[in-house]
């Protein structure tokens, strides 16, 4: 079994940062790429960012561009989603997932084999 289990969520006022965590533990397991999406209140679940696990590419979702870095840690099995100049659309249960499959880019939920429980991220005006 695959456990991926985000961490770093918070309050944070309009114009902070913060730092999620996700941590892949459990079966070893070939991954392509991690992505991080979010789920505001009464919004689908939409996208925000992925990395290709063995070159560091990365694709962000427009909406934050410029805001947000992707990255990751091989030794550690942990991605990590730094996020700045935050604003209150930001609000939402962030997840991480992992994809197995090959799929470039990988923006879509269907791409996506493994994901985690989330952690809630709000931002105050």
């Known amino acids: 079994q695959v456990q991926l289990v985000e961490s770093g969520g918070g309050l944070v006022q309009a114009g902070g940062s913060l730092r999620l965590s996700c941590a892949a533990s459990g079966r070893t397991f070939s991954r392509f790429g991690m992505g991080w999406f979010r789920q505001g209140p009464g919004k689908e679940r939409e996208y925000v960012a992925a990395?290709?696990?063995?070159?560091?590419?990365?694709h962000y979702a427009d909406s934050v561009k410029g805001r947000f870095t992707i990255s990751r840690d091989n030794a550690k099995n942990t991605v990590y989603l730094q996020m700045n100049s935050l604003k209150p659309e930001d609000t939402a249960v962030y997840y991480c997932?992992?994809?197995?499959?090959?799929?470039?880019?990988?923006?879509?939920?269907?791409?996506?084999?493994?994901w985690g429980q989330g952690t809630q991220v709000t931002v105050s005006s």
């Open positions: 997932a992992a994809a197995v499959r090959k799929w470039v880019p990988l923006v879509q939920k269907e791409q996506y084999d493994y």
């Open positions: 990395i290709i696990w063995s070159t560091g590419s990365t």
